[in-house]
């Protein structure tokens, strides 16, 4: 194992043992388990030679909208890690030296787009207050080395949307994020991201509130040479919680694609209505992918659904698509923007789309004349 | 002028015969129609003529327009003229109906060398194709097939139909799962395809959807070939009859002269 003595002390606004506990937790069983497809070793590694960033995460403050530096609070709100589960999310924090408050006390007029630059990006807090509204944007197209950790704390009544799109295919990224819903609040969450030379990111949604609601969809296409490794948990606490998670991955070539999904309902949570589904294609027997939905169930009266599947282009539809004319190439190609179209939502779908194609046209540049699914038409 | 000429077809799936010497011929602007039991070889014969890969013929030739469809990929087929209405067409998510109509026939006039419609112009066309067949344009926009129901479907193929004008349709049990309204819709459509001038070879288990488009033959596929040929009378008695009767028939009928008869 690395040595993390040279870490010296945390900043004042984390916990004095951050970095003992994230010491036992990489030696522990759950993250052996979590880390199954990506080497924890290697990212450690990665993280600890990376240099940290020092600017705000935010360039452009709407009204209503402030961003301090936690170690600028009398009283830092805490920052609710789960350190045994996320190990590296200690070590970011204690590497950063700094962190972020981005306080929504209003319902700002505009996306809060968030930079996530090379580098150890500072751990940030998102806090939005009752019953606001905010936009949230990461369009992180950076490359090279970057970890950032991001905690939202999505108050009574308030509604986020988040969208986020990994698309650099020369990064090497860890990527966390944290988020907790009262009463009632409702979380959209976009999160889509291209294969890169390793690339894992990890999202866990609470649902602690009454009512409280997570809607999440996310698209991954992979290339050969490439690593993409999701971890998704869900945990319903609250009363009639709602969540839907819907992920769908394009691997080819020599690639590597994890995914594993998590709903945990919690003992009271009754009324619970959870739905978890990813799927896979997979263009090349060469590409590897692994997909495990994972379930914890502690209450009777809910409703929980839940698939994963990994599959090959279905010959039917190629068939009935060649069958009215269309070549092989160009009906596969359909096909596989069909499949990820199902799953690119949100503000930066286009974005996201246009992406993807070129990506699709890259392995198979006699398909680029056609556009059906493009941004042209949606 | 010979549409069609298939000649003693012998075709197999995972080494199972599944069509066994099966001809049949058809010219220009016929209507012919195919019953027979179920498993007795229907849709093989029409995934065959539209190139399905899964079939391997092992004998016998099919000719289309004067040419030869062995070797011929789907789409190839496709632009020659051939459209099959599938028994069961499939469901395409995250593709909807309009951009796949619109990239089948860009492909299709991209064939012959044509350029494509506009949007607008394509858009336009395909309204007023699904308003013929009551089907609202609400349709264009979901997933191809995505949670039709049967009867939808089966108006969507036709409607795809009617876009790519082929030369010859193989329809499949278009009619199965149709109310009787959409019946009469979905005939009207076929026989605005085949005042066109244009093939149609029906499959079906009832007499139905004869009513409505009238055939010119009528032939019974059992056991993978042409066991019985006649005219629309045909459909009439084996609606009454069933199948039984040509079994117990075709055991002191010696093959050669069926085999002749349902030529024309
Ligand atoms: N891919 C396949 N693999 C194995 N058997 C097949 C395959 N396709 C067709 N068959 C078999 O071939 C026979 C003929 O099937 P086909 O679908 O052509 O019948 P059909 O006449 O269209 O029947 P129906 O009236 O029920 O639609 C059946 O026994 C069927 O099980
Ligand atoms: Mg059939």
């Known amino acids: 194992m690395i040595d993390l003595d040279t870490l010296g002390n945390p900043p004042n606004w984390l916990a004095a043992d951050t970095i003992e506990r994230s010491r036992a937790a990489l030696e522990g069983g759950l993250a052996r388990e979590t880390w199954k497809y990506s080497s924890l070793t290697k990212t450690l590694r990665m993280l600890i030679g990376a240099p940290g960033v020092s600017r705000a995460p ?23 890690l789960d350190i045994e589960r996320y190990p590296l999310a200690g070590i970011t924090a204690s590497l950063a030296a700094e962190g972020w408050l981005i306080d929504v006390k209003g319902s700002p007029d505009r996306p809060l787009v968030l930079d996530c630059e090379t580098g150890i990006n500072a751990p940030t807090i998102l806090r939005v207050h009752r019953g606001c509204r905010v936009d949230i944007r990461e369009p992180g197209a950076r490359g090279g080395v970057r970890a950032s950790v991001r905690v939202l704390q999505a108050d009574a009544g308030s509604t986020v949307c988040w969208a986020q799109a990994e698309l650099a295919d020369d ?29 894992r990111l990890d999202t866990h949604v609470t649902l602690q509130g009454t009512g409280s609601n997570c809607l999440a969809t996310g698209a991954g296409i992979v290339g050969p040479g490439e690593h993409l490794d999701r971890q998704q948990v869900v945990e319903h606490a609250g009363r009639n919680t709602f969540s839907r998670t819907k992920l769908h991955n394009l691997a080819g070539g020599r690639s590597r694609c994890s995914f594993n999904g998590r709903i945990h309902i919690h003992p009271g949570a009754s009324g619970a209505d959870a739905d978890l589904s990813n799927k896979n294609l997979a263009l090349d027997i060469e590409a590897e992918i692994n997909t495990k ?63 993807f194609l070129a990506r699709l046209d890259g ?6 004349a056609e556009l059906p699914g493009g941004s042209a038409q949606s | 002028m010979r549409l069609l000429d298939i000649d003693d077809l012998h075709v197999r799936v995972d080494d199972k015969p599944i069509l066994n010497g099966l001809s049949l011929s058809m010219n220009a602007g016929e209507v012919h129609a195919i019953m027979g039991p179920n498993g007795s070889g229907k849709s093989t014969l029409a ?62 006039l991209a064939a012959r060398n ?25 349709f264009l926009k979901r997933g191809v097939n995505e949670g039709f129901s049967g009867g939808e479907r089966k108006r969507n193929e036709i409607l795809q139909l009617l876009l790519l004008e082929p030369k ?97």
Not at chain 2, 116 to 138: G, H
């Open chain 1, 58 to 80: 935010l360039a452009d403050v709407p009204e209503g909208v402030s961003v301090t530096r936690l170690s600028a609070l009398a009283t830092p709100p805490a920052l609710t």
């Open chain 1, 171 to 199: 990064a090497e990224q860890w990527w966390l994020l944290k988020a907790q819903l009262k009463d009632n609040a409702s979380l959209e969450l976009h999160q889509h991201a291209a294969g890169a030379r390793f690339r």
């Open chain 1, 293 to 355: 939905p994972e379930l914890e169930i502690y209450t009777d009266d809910v409703r929980c659904a839940h698939g994963a599947t990994v599959g090959q282009i279905d010959p039917n539809a190629l068939f009935y698509l060649q069958s009215r004319g269309l070549p092989e190439h160009r009906a596969r190609r359909i096909l596989c923007i069909g499949f990820l179209t199902e799953c690119i939502r949100g503000p930066l779908a286009d974005k996201v789309l246009n992406a």
């Open chain 1, 363 to 368: 392995a198979a540049p006699s398909a680029a």
């Open chain 2, 47 to 108: 995934n065959v003529l539209a190139g399905h890969p899964g079939y391997e013929i092992i004998g016998g030739s099919i000719r289309f327009a004067g040419a030869d469809l062995d070797g011929l990929a789907p789409e190839e087929r496709a632009h020659a003229g051939v459209f099959m209405a599938f028994q069961h067409p499939v469901e395409i998510p995250g593709v909807t109906n309009m951009e796949f109509l619109k990239a089948a026939n860009d492909s299709r």
């Open chain 2, 114 to 138: 044509l350029e494509p419609l506009s949007a607008l112009e394509f858009m336009k066309k395909v309204r007023n194709l699904a308003q013929s067949l009551d089907l609202d344009s609400e």
């Open chain 2, 168 to 264: 010859l349709a193989v329809l499949d049990e278009t009619d199965s799962g149709l109310d009787i309204d959409a019946l009469r819709t979905v005939a009207d459509g076929v026989n605005r395809f085949h005042a066109d001038g244009n093939g149609v070879l029906l499959i079906t288990h009832y007499q139905r959807l004869l009513n409505h488009v009238v055939p010119d033959h009528v032939h019974v596929l059992a056991d993978g070939r042409i066991v019985e040929s006649g005219d629309g009378s045909l459909a009439h008695a084996l609606e009454e009859r069933g199948y039984a009767w040509l079994r117990e028939d075709r055991e002191d009928t010696p093959p050669a002269r069926r085999s002749s008869g349902m030529r024309n």
